[in-house]
Every structure is written in C-alpha cells, then in structure tokens.
C-alpha cells in the first residue's frame, strides 16, 4: 500500500456537491488501503469573496490581518471535506496548516516554509485516519502568528507534506486533464502530455502554463516528490512530472505503475493497456518539443540610445534591481548609426511603473535619450528537453511565425525553451502556428517528453 | 485609564458598515486612552451559514469537526475589525480563542473553560494596540484542538478575558438596549432596567430572557466583573450588572461614574445629570420586580396516579436523572379521591422523548397508571430580589392572572423568583398582564433594582 498527498483545488470543491463527488474518489483510495493525505484550497470564490469584504473596510489590510482573514476560507473546506469523508464513514480529521506541523517564515501573504513537522497528521494515518489539511497556510515559529504561503500555496503545502512524509505520489487535482502542449483555449487541438520531467514542466509554468507553480514545481524537483497532474472531474489519468521514470506509483485506487508505462495505462481499466496508436509512443520518433507555454501578464521597457561603454548596462540593471524589478527577457542591440545600444527587457506589468520611475531618475548617471513602455506585448515559448540536441527547432520556430505573418519583437533562449516575444494581438495566432510547426496537434503523433531520462 | 473589554454581537457587525461602525465606536475608547479589548461574534448569518453548508454534506458531523468549520466565522469578523481599526489609524491586532488564552476542556460544541492565560493580549495592550478576539472559540489543552463554547460563547469569552485581564468593566453590545422589564415585542410598555444584580439577571437569564446567557453571568458574578449590557447602535447608557454598587466603572469614553450613578447618567453628555423624573430613582420607592421574563421552549409531563408511599418520587427522579433530563418546575398534588398523587413536571422540549421512554420503562418499578405530555405550556417569572422580604407579590401576581382569566398550571417559587406555567395561547396575555399589575409599564415609575446592595 502506498502514502498518496492528493491536493483538490478550488474549482475541485466549488459547493457542496463537489466535495461530496471528491470525498467519493478519496474513500475509493482509502478503502484499497492505502494512506491519504487530503490539502484542500479554500471553495470556489470564497477567497475572492473574503477579499472584497475587506476591501469594503479598507484599501490597506495589513498583511498579518489579511493572512488571519484568508485562512478562513481553507479552515471551511478542510472542514466540510472531513465531514463528508466521515459520512461516507471513511474515518477523517482536519488539520490547518498550523496543525498539520507547516512551519514558515513572519513574510505575510508571501510565507517561505522553514520546515515542514508533520507529526500529527503521520499519527492520523496510524489511527487509519484520511488527513485533511488546510492548504495555503502555515504559521510562523517566530511570531507564533498564521501565515500565507502566496499564489499556488496550496500546491506548495501539498508538495511539501509529500516530502515530509515520504508519499509515493503527490496527485494534484483540477479542471483539466493534465498539463497540455498549449492552452486548450486558444488551441483547440492541444493535447495532454503524460509524463515530462520537473525542468520541462518548470519551463512551462515559467513562460505562463497556469496549471502549476513554479514554486511547487521547484520543491517537488529539489525532494524527488513525483507529481501526477490530473482532473478531478474525470477518470482519466493526467501528466507525471518526474525526473525518476522508473519510479513505481499508484496511478489509481488499485493500480500501481512505473512512471514510464502510465501513458500506456488506460485509466477507465488501467490493468490493461491501451492501444498502441492512441498511446503516446515512448522512443526516438517522440516530438521534442513538450509544449508551447504563453504569457500576457509582461510589459516591455527600451532604453533608447545608451551609450555603448563598459558598464552602463551593469549601471542600469542595478538600478532596476534597487527598484525591485523581476526582470524576465534581455536584448541589447547595437546601433549601426551611432555608438549607442537600445535596451530592450520584459517585466511584469505591476512592476512596470517603479522600474520607468527608477531608470528615468538615473538619466543623468546613465546618459541615455529616452525610456518606452508597452504591455501590448505576449510572450510565446516552446519548450523541451530534446531541444539543444537537436538543430533547426529556431528555424522551424521563426519559419512558422514568419509563415503566419507575425513580427519577431525579442528573442531570448534557454537550454531547453526559445521565447519569443510579439504584438499582442497577433498571439493566440503565434501560439496556433507553433503548435502545429511542431507537430502537437491532435490528429498527429502525441506528445511524449522523456526529459528525465539521462538526468 | 482602565481597561475595557467590549463584545459585540453578530447584528453588531453584520455587514462591512456595520464593522466600520462599531470600529469608529472602539476608536472613540482607545483614542481616550482606555486599554481595549474586543471580542466578536461572527458577522450576521455567517454561522447559520456554515450550519447549513454542513447539513448539505452531511446529517451527523464529527463535532470536532464541526468546531473547526464554526470557528471560521469568528476569524473573519475579528480579522475584519482589526483591519478597520487600522483603518481609522488606531493600531489594533486579531487574535484567535487560542492565541488569546482560552484553554478549555476537549468536549467539542459545549468546551468548559479550564484556564485564560491571555499573555498575548497583555503585551498587545502593553504596546498601545487594540486587541481583537475572535469569540466563541477555545483550544483543547489535551488534544490541541479548536473547541467552541456552545450557544452565547462569545459572552463567556469576553467575561472570562475581562476576568483574567481584570477589566473594569465587560461591556457586552447588542442590539437592545439594555435589559428589560419584559420582551419588548410582547410587552410594548417594557423599560430598560437600568441596575441589577447578577442574581437577578441570572434568574432572568435562566427563565427565559435571551439578552445574555446564564453561563456568562455566573462567570462574572464569581470573578465579580461589573457588566455593562448596552446597544452599539445607540448613544445610551444599557444595563448595569453588578453586586457592588460602589465600583467605579467607564461608562462611555471619557466619564467613568459608580455603577449606582449610572442611571443618573445622560449618555448623549454622560457629565451632565438625568432630570429627576426620568431617572430611576433609587431607595424604598423603588419597585420591588426588576422585571418578568417568559419561556416557550419547555414541555410538561405528568404522571398520573404514582401510589402515594415514601420513595416512588425518588425511583421517578433517579429514573429522569438517568435518562439525562434537565427537570426545570416540579409540582406534586395529592390526589383527594385515592391514596395515589400527580406529579408533574417541565423540561426542555428536547429532553421530553428520552425521559418519557425511561419513565414508561420504568412503570413497573414505580407503579404509575399513565404519563401524559404536552408541548403546549409557556412559563411567565416575575423575578426581584425585594420579593422574598414583601408580602402579596404572589397574591399581586394571581390576581392579575385571574382578572385577565388565565389558568394557572403550575406554580414554583424561589426566594426571588415566582414562576407559573399557562397555556402556551395566553402566555403573551399572561406577561402583559403581569407587568402591568406590578406597575412596570413604560408611563409608570422606571424600574431600578438594588439587590445587589445587602448581599
């Protein structure tokens, strides 16, 4: 029997009826015996709910305050999750992440777990008890005061309870099937990938792939904890994101498998396996590319006409830095008319105004013309680990844009990613003909992405 | 500058409004450099809300459970004040029942408090801050989890801080007045009492009147906190109860005054006096009833012919006692036809299924012909201390039942409190009348009741 972190989101257990349907799935792992540690988000909009009600009193909660007021919401579902389990007459007890041993840092609203002592929840399981916890939160050793673990936390609470415990799997659970070769919204002939490996998936989650955080990604990668991203709201089986594909995990309530054959499973009957053409084929033949990630949430900031000397870059990104600005792309090009640079970079559309106000207050000491900004820019990134082994994934790249009509603004690459960024009008566009330059679309091969291996 | 420990009812921060002004309230007493302490309900139907999301999940939740669901309500209002607070630029913190203290036993949904221990408070106030508790809620020392006080648990939190911290006075808001000489909605000519001693106010509390919870009264008679029962949606003075008339108390921000002062008082300018003929005047003249309370909530079994030998009423009550009945009224009457007597008896309606199974049961042994039971009773108190040493309040109180030709049921009386039980359809009659008879109608002499004095 295996210890499986099973982590329900927010649209996962919406109303009631929700986390009755959810409570079904946990008893289904309960009962085949093995042990179960259930995070929960807070339910559907409550958050958001709590949020305007203290934007109705004030336009400045104080962090320690607002921590206080958002753990409600996970302290309801954790709650009412346990309730329904006991119904099922599944033995259940709820813990908040206080209870449950999350210990952090005093950063309201932005909590660094310092240790995880999961001590009342191992003895939970002794007892035969389904553990709940309250995701997202924690408390601080140092002030003694409730915590938030930020965007994703739960995730992140979920991970790290699967590292402490030593899970066989931490499952998280959503609306969607897994993680897919692009948004299925703006590409409708998207499709899942079953098993990628932690850089891959942290690349995507990186470039704007909603599905997980990169911080939860980070901690599965640093403590080995496989993933299984999956739907909540059907049978099928998700995306394994391991870099161990030999690794051996429960799959469902009574199958285990090695990472490596659960895209051969076949969720509805998983002792048998699927038919080889909607499998996706391990092997050589397999794409390279895992998947096109794209992000709208970036602004682009150019420094117009600095002066090509030794360190006046060095000069300018100090200067960003004090401001506290996460820059995310650099291009430099120099000036074939005169002997000055255009610095180009992307950010974070909130960090946008302190980073203008702080280059244009260093003018002087930086000596260049003019500072721009847009936000009508979107960034698209291909992403996979066959990538740098392979030639002539950028020509393929620029070929599809160019065929689709569609400007290059800035280039940037990694290892394993080329992004690029374009008008924002013309993105869904880009993300469309990428997708099928590289052959991700639904009517071809499926994707399968064995990153892990050799790592 | 003293130190006052301030609860406020869910109607009292019903909605974010209501929160801002009750803030603006409590801002008022720390701006005057009292050291404040604050306890909330939940907002409004919140905790009804969160019953009702249980019932959707299930018809028997683990009351551990449940306490960490009902406690949610309590986080968010107290979250909520503090942020407000903060708003208006008064430093104010939130803590929960455990942070604050509250140590109590592990009995889920009726926890007993075993200890207060509020260093936290203490040192928030040492820091100039308001200190906000979330009310209703403890930890298990022993289990280490959340319980709940059961119905009126925030009172009892609020009394217990004000008793730990040894508060000049707990002010306890809601949205009457004050107590009253009857039910304002049955009564129309009902008047706030102005002073009353906790005896008093516990018989009220135990026959019937809703405004605070005999818990909480007990509470403060045994660590003698002075309690100060008032409206947060007005200006005026409430009412006052304590054994010790001479203590000195805050009675609005910048005027403390004796407790046999208050009624003096007028709080729209506490620091001038009352004209004489619409203060309660104290002294002899004073009415001896502080008020008349009434009870719809109980039922009334009789059991009929019980062989009139020593013992059958003791077999009768250990069989009650068992079945965990909480008798209120007994009455016996001897029957004049046989050797055989009536007893009758009321209780909760709730407890009436169990102890008349037990009573049935136990036919044999007692030697009883029938049980009868009716849920259609009300019970009419007419409760104050100058009772026991004024003859003709019993005659006074028969009469007027007579005149208005009601029926008496049953009749029990204590050293300041005649109780009898009608027929549920007059019961609004019978208080009306009651109160008229002993001169408590609004354009009669205000009430005011020194029992506290003497004892």
Redesign the interface.
């Known amino acids: 029997m295996s210890l499986v972190v099973q982590k329900f989101g927010g649209s996962s257990v919406a109303d009631?009826?929700s986390?009755?349907r959810v409570?079904n799935r946990i008893a289904k792992y309960a009962r085949a015996g093995h042990e179960v540690v259930v995070v929960v988000s807070a339910m559907g909009d409550t958050t958001d709910e709590?949020i305007d009600?203290?934007e109705?009193?004030?336009?400045?909660?104080?962090p320690?305050?607002?921590d206080?007021?958002l753990?409600?919401g996970e302290?309801?579902s954790?709650?009412?999750m346990?309730?329904?389990l006991?119904?099922l007459g599944v033995e259940a007890?709820?813990y908040?992440g206080s209870?449950a041993g999350l210990i952090t840092d005093a950063v309201h609203g932005r909590a660094l777990i310092q240790r995880v002592t999961p001590g009342?929840i191992r003895s939970a399981l002794d007892k035969g008890h389904v553990a709940i916890v309250a995701g997202f939160q924690g408390v601080s050793h140092s002030s003694?005061d409730?915590t938030t673990l930020g965007r994703g936390g739960s995730d992140t609470t979920a991970v790290a309870l699967a590292a402490a415990l030593d899970a066989d799997v931490c499952e998280i659970y959503s609306d969607v099937d897994g993680v897919f070769t692009a948004d299925p919204r703006i590409v409708p002939a998207a499709r899942r990938v079953s098993v990628m490996s932690c850089e891959e998936m942290l690349d995507l989650a990186a470039n704007g792939a909603k599905i997980l955080m990169v911080r939860s990604v980070e901690y599965a990668r640093r403590y080995g904890v496989p993933l299984h991203v999956r739907s909540s709201f059907s049978g099928r089986l998700g995306t394994t994101v391991s870099d161990d594909l030999d690794r051996v995990i429960p799959v469902d309530p009574d199958v285990t498998a090695r990472i490596s054959d659960v895209p051969r499973l076949d969720a509805a009957d998983p002792s048998k396996e699927l038919p080889m053409d909607i499998t996706d084929a391990p092997g050589l033949e397999a794409p390279i590319i895992s998947g096109v990630a794209h992000d709208r949430s970036e602004g682009k900031i150019t420094v117009v006409e600095v002066p090509d000397q030794p360190g006046k870059a060095a000069q300018l990104f100090d200067v960003l830095a004090s401001a506290g600005a996460n820059i995310d792309m650099i291009v430099q090009n120099t000036s074939t008319t005169d002997d000055t640079v255009a610095i180009s970079l992307t950010l974070p559309e909130t960090d946008a105004p302190a980073a203008i106000a702080a280059i244009e207050a260093a003018k002087e000491t930086i000596g260049f013309s003019e500072v721009r900004y847009t936000d009508q820019v979107g960034k698209v990134s291909v992403v996979g680990a066959g990538m740098k082994s392979s030639p002539g994934v950028s020509a393929t790249l620029f070929r599809a844009l160019a065929d689709a009509n569609i400007n290059i603004d800035m280039i940037s690459t990694s290892e394993i990613r080329i992004s690029v960024v374009t008008d924002i009008a013309r993105l869904g566009d880009a993300v469309r003909a990428v997708h099928t330059a590289f052959g991700l679309d639904a009517e071809q091969a499926e994707a399968v992405v064995y990153g892990g291996t050799g790592r």
């Not at 109705?56 to 104080?62: D, E, F, I, K, L």
Request: proline share 5%; glycine share 0%; no cysteine.
């Open positions: 009631a009826a986390v009755i409570a709590l009600l203290a109705q009193v004030t336009a400045t909660p104080p320690r305050e607002l206080m007021l753990t409600a302290r309801i954790m709650a009412i346990s309730m329904a006991n119904d007890s709820a908040t209870q009342r003694k409730i």
